[in-house]
């Protein structure tokens, strides 16, 4: 893919576009890319598979446009928890009010309503809450059994057909891929999608499961939306290739209060274990509808941006909402801003994670220390697995990454990372070629000018995964000429 100047961000923070009857055609894809957005979201639990092999084919378009490489993500439904319907299509509700939820699937009253799910009934005991309705309704548990449960109306007053069931502080015995969820992922993975987002996660098996079917065919990002997910994070983030702050579902299933707080704790550890991390749901929502977002909600984007997160997410606004053009550039701008800021680059160098005991991260710490010494324009890293790079990442350096891989599927995968500019380009057979391509495309890209230098890290001999072992300073000189660039066919 021949790399094409003035594509690179002048940004870090990547943003992640999802893609729906608002944003279907390739004009409408090529304009969001323009407005800066670097991921593209396919969301599965919308749509048929039709319509997501069209946008996979339109996107690729792009991809070959722009000559940049464009990263997209399948988001799976996972299991949806639902009551059943009402006679009259709704009930009211009275506050301490009784009623039950069973397996009969006769519509409901205000006195019973179905639950087809046994496993909530397995899982759940006496004083245990339900939450219907994103949280409208509060049901707590006073007896129930393999079939049934009797419960309180603690909070609500009208419930309607088929509304959601969230079951807090329960971990309930369900896969996270449902029947149509394998389906959905055969056929992602068959369109060539670069990263798979993992709904309904609540143990790091459930990622591990996901992983056997997917195996390297495409990254695993597992969405962090149940508190029971939050208290795994660990061995979640040992097992997955990202994770995703899902703050629409855990914001029903934990007080709000706690969700900022969540927030920061899982950007943080993402980043310690050198895994990026999306910050998602209700970004900029009211550019649904209006063509500016709330000071809230700008406030809201800067603080995932002064966090360190590697990208930023819209959903409805860019899929269905009447500004999608518009919520991408509004959010670009105020990434842009927010990282002009000189409290941006303190808070975030103050949150530099302990090192690893190794040469790979000793050589890496000391690229992002050489590089505000000199004043490099850039930290360049030669990779095949990526594993170079996200350590560069890791360290969330002030100046771009150029990534620089002969695997495209790398280069797609690593766009989602913070600050690296992914260059897709024709192997190298020594580390001298290698140093003189570094400079070429830094400079063709526009990271760096003449008279700048970079700083170099790689692993010797290429190709051997996880070997980071050698760091250059390189300078960009007169004699540079981006004309000879060797780019792949």
Known sequence: MTSKPNHHRKRQTKIV??????SSTKAMIRALFDAGADVFRLNFSHGSHRDHHERMCLIREVELDVGRPITVLADLQGPKLRVGVFTDGRIDLEIGQSLRLDLDPVPGTNQRVQLPHPEIFAAIGPDSELLLDDGKVKLRVHR????????????????SDRKGVNVPDVVLPLSPLTPKDRLDLEAAL??????????????PEDVDEARQLIGQRAAVMAKLEKPSAVRNLLPILDLADGVMVARGDLGV?????????????????????????????????SMITNATPTRA??????????????????SAESATGQYPIEAVAMMDRIARHTQDDPTYHTGIAAQHPDLQHTSADAITAAARQIT????????????????TTLRAVRERPEVPILCLTSKLET??????????????????????????????????????????????????????????????????????????????E
């Open 411 to 488: 280069a797609r995968r690593l766009v989602l990372s913070f600050g690296v500019h992914a260059v897709h380009t024709a192997d190298v057979a020594s580390f001298n070629e290698m140093v003189q391509k570094a400079v070429q495309i830094a400079l063709y890209d526009g990271i760096a000018r003449i008279g700048q230098r970079v700083v170099i890290t790689a692993g010797v001999p290429f190709g051997k995964p996880g070997n980071t072992n050698v760091l250059r300073i390189a300078w960009i000189e007169e004699q540079t000429d981006p004309r000879q660039l060797t780019l792949p």
């Open 253 to 285: 299933e934990m007080p709000p209060e706690n969700v900022p707080r969540t927030q920061k704790l899982i950007v943080r550890e993402a980043r310690r274990i050198g895994k990026p991390v999306i910050v998602a749901t209700q970004m900029l929502e």
């Open 17 to 22: 576009a999802t893609l729906g009857p608002a």
């Open 144 to 159: 129930c059994g393999a079939d049934f449960a009797d419960t309180i109306v603690m909070s609500g007053h009208q419930l």
């Open 297 to 314: 909600e700008a406030s809201d984007v800067a603080t995932a941006v002064y966090d360190g997160a590697d990208a930023i997410m819209l």
């Open 372 to 387: 505000e010494t000199i004043e490099a324009a850039a930290i360049v890293t030669y990779t095949t697995s990526g594993s």
């Open 190 to 203: 068959s369109m060539g999608v670069d990263w798979v987002a993992l709904s309904f996660v609540q143990r």
